[in-house]
């Protein structure tokens, strides 16, 4: 049996509290319960008895009538008793004992009997973690043969390890007669296998799908049909055969090992998320602190920002940028008018010969006519 986190036996508790589980010999087998094993302890005296179900809050068990454990049990004001559970480890050859502290709350006729009792005895507290594990994997189990079925598990070196299937080379059995086959890929619903056979004459007929797991060493029959054969190209004696099983008569075995490898699967793919988030976190941090390094803004330049910015927002101009704008379009206007050469001055002498030869030619014109 694995070892579950305290997070995971917290995830079964709450799940599964008030979930009750029949011990079938299905159940009986698939779990590794040793009835045989199974005591109930009141005032003082053990005695063994029958355990019918169990939850993570009640168990039920069987008691005769006629002997000391009824007697213990139906005494006044509901008596407190502690019950044994056994288990086998599957993967040794040890066992798994603990005590479950109760309290007596009903006992009734088992089937119409006088003979039997059935006795309902109420957990006082939490059960023990071993009970909480051991009995979580299989309703989690079951709950992903329903919500899972269809998931394919590719059979490779890593699947048949976290599977504990022991070889992919297995027997079908075909109308009774057994064939050699290598599966490819499983689920709850189906298999995928390649034998040796003529597609026309698989299709359609009932067969009989023979496992052989690890921990613990067992060889699982699943019933099916045989819904489609196709051949593999190239040959014409060796197709591929899909298999849907009669999930009505599905060994709980087979379940718990598919579900044992998706728990396994989905760990890795919680631990890569963690380690994703882990490193994105560091990086932020390094971010936050490289902003924290940057030297922190003066006090003139954030209120020259938020000056700026309150100008924008009311199409204000402050008074230090009204008169650099001013400066600016007088600058222009000023510069032409200071650039503009002065007319240059005549000499005086020159006027003065223009002027001179003027009267002279005057009388000389007026001479003749005189």
Same mark, same amino acid.
């Given at each position: 049996?694995g070892i579950a986190t305290s997070q995971q036996l917290t995830k079964y508790y709450d799940q599964y509290r008030d979930t009750e589980i029949t011990f079938t010999k299905d159940?009986?087998?698939?779990?590794?319960?040793?009835?045989?094993?199974?005591?109930?302890?009141?005032?003082?005296?053990?005695?063994?008895?029958?355990?019918?179900?169990?939850?993570f809050q009640h168990a039920k068990i069987i008691v005769g009538t006629k002997g000391g454990a009824f007697q213990a049990l139906a005494a006044k004001n509901n008596p407190t008793?502690?019950?044994?559970?056994?288990?086998?480890?599957? !993967?040794?050859?040890?066992?798994?004992? %603990?005590?479950?502290?109760?309290?007596?709350?009903?006992?009734?006729?088992?089937?119409?009997?006088?003979?039997?009792?059935?006795?309902?005895?109420? %957990?006082?507290?939490?059960p023990p973690d071993d009970l909480i594990e051991i009995c979580g994997r299989l309703l989690e189990a079951n709950a992903n043969a329903v919500r899972r079925r269809e998931e394919?598990?590719?059979?490779?070196?890593?699947?048949?390890?976290?599977?504990?299937?022991?070889?992919? !080379?297995?027997?079908?059995?075909?109308?009774?007669?057994?064939?050699?086959?290598?599966?490819?890929?499983?689920?709850?619903?189906?298999?995928?296998?390649?034998?040796?056979?003529?597609?026309?004459?698989?299709?359609?007929?009932?067969?009989?799908?023979?496992? !052989? %797991?690890? !921990?613990?060493?067992?060889?699982?029959?699943?019933?099916?049909?045989?819904?489609?054969?196709?051949?593999?190209?190239?040959?014409?004696?060796?197709?591929?055969?899909?298999?849907? %099983?009669?999930?009505?008569?599905?060994?709980?075995?087979?379940?718990?090992?598919?579900?044992?490898?998706?728990?396994?699967?989905?760990?890795?793919?919680?631990?890569?998320?963690?380690?994703?988030?882990?490193?994105?976190?560091?990086?932020?941090?390094?971010?936050?602190?490289?902003?924290?390094?940057?030297?922190?803004?003066?006090?003139?330049?954030?209120?020259?920002?938020?000056?700026?910015?309150?100008?924008?927002?009311?199409?204000?101009?402050?008074?230090?940028?009204?008169?650099?704008?001013?400066?600016?379009?007088?600058?222009?206007?000023?510069?032409?008018?200071?650039?503009?050469?002065?007319?240059?001055?005549?000499?005086?002498?020159?006027?003065?010969?223009?002027?001179?030869?003027?009267?002279?030619?005057?009388?000389?014109?007026?001479?003749?006519?005189?």
């Open positions: 049996m159940i009986i087998r698939a779990l590794g319960l040793d009835p045989r094993q199974v005591y109930v302890k009141c005032n003082g005296g053990q005695w063994p008895c029958i355990i019918n179900s169990t939850s008793a502690n019950l044994r559970f056994c288990f086998n480890e599957q !993967e040794g050859d040890g066992i798994i004992t %603990f005590l479950v502290s109760s309290r007596v709350a009903e006992i009734r006729p088992y089937m119409n009997s006088k003979d039997l009792v059935i006795v309902t005895l109420q %957990f006082a507290a939490r394919r598990i590719p059979i490779t070196e890593d699947s048949k390890r976290k599977l504990n299937l022991a070889k992919e !080379e297995c027997n079908v059995i075909v109308q009774s007669v057994p064939r050699h086959c290598v599966v490819r890929d499983i689920s709850f619903s189906g298999a995928r296998v390649i034998l040796i056979g003529l597609s026309q004459y698989l299709a359609g007929k009932e067969a009989i799908l023979r496992l !052989e %797991f690890n !921990e613990p060493s067992e060889i699982i029959s699943i019933r099916g049909t045989i819904v489609a054969a196709d051949l593999i190209q190239g040959r014409k004696d060796i197709c591929i055969a899909s298999l849907k %099983f009669d999930e009505s008569s599905l060994p709980l075995s087979f379940k718990m090992h598919l579900n044992t490898y998706l728990t396994a699967v989905r760990k890795v793919q919680l631990s890569a998320s963690e380690q994703i988030a882990q490193q994105k976190a560091a990086q932020e941090a390094q971010s936050a602190q490289a902003v924290q390094a940057q030297p922190a803004p003066s006090a003139q330049s954030v209120a020259r920002a938020a000056v700026s910015a309150l100008a924008q927002q009311t199409g204000l101009v402050p008074p230090a940028q009204a008169q650099a704008q001013n400066a600016a379009q007088s600058a222009p206007q000023a510069a032409p008018a200071q650039a503009q050469p002065a007319a240059p001055a005549q000499p005086a002498a020159s006027s003065e010969q223009a002027a001179s030869p003027a009267p002279a030619s005057a009388e000389a014109a007026a001479a003749p006519q005189a």
